[in-house]
């Protein structure tokens, strides 16, 4: 039997198992696949001999970035952005690193903002807010990314100001922030300077509704989670796996 699974700390919110295990079903495929929870990267040697049958893996936090030492070779996109959330075993051991995060985001927000190109804020620094970035860039969106020390190319959360929240109606939670053992936490930006006319895009989809969206809600923002993005990279994913 052929063996898929997912890599991170934590694992237990996440919804591939089930999205897979029915993917499987539906199709009569003899696979199976599971979440490996590992305390650090170093585990990942442990699991790699333990499931030889391994064939894929999908990768999230907080080991986007160092699972990479990790990988015989890199796509562009993962080399690009230093950052992989897939991986394809090959017959002889060899891992190849992917990111499915870009086409992931962007098939899932393109619905969202239609023909509109709104500047946007990136909430983290990351794999995945670069993974963000990229889809951004690739999309003609401009965009600023936001982190908790000001840096090059980067603000702190202490720089939002009111016209920086004002100028840009699309803000992307690219934090753990509001998920599992995080779930009563939110990005730190000032919330009051919100409307009607801003998105708040998540890319956490488990709870369905982060603290994050629930404050944008109140102002009666347009708010979005990573249900969709999760389905769209999946396939990607699953494409990679058993195509190329």
Known sequence: MD??????????????????TDKFTLKGIDAR?????????????????????LKGLSVTSPFKESVIPYCTSLDKTAKKIRAVNTIKISKTGELKGYNTDVDGFAASLIPVIGKEKPDALILGSGGAARAVAYALAKLGINYLVVSRKASAGKIGYTDLSSSIISSHRLIINATPLGMAKMIDKAPDIPYHFLTSGH??????????????LQKGKQLKTRTVNGLVMLQAQA????KIWTEQ
């Open 3 to 20: 063996h898929y699974g997912l890599i991170g700390n934590p694992v237990s919110h996440s919804l591939s198992e089930k999205y897979f």
């Open 33 to 53: 696949f599971e979440l490996f929870l590992l305390k650090d990267i170093h585990s990942l040697s442990y699991i790699l001999d333990t499931y030889p049958h």
């Open 199 to 212: 998105i708040l895009f998540d890319l956490i989809y488990n709870p369905q509704e982060t603290l994050f």
């Open 235 to 238: 396939e990607k994913a699953w």
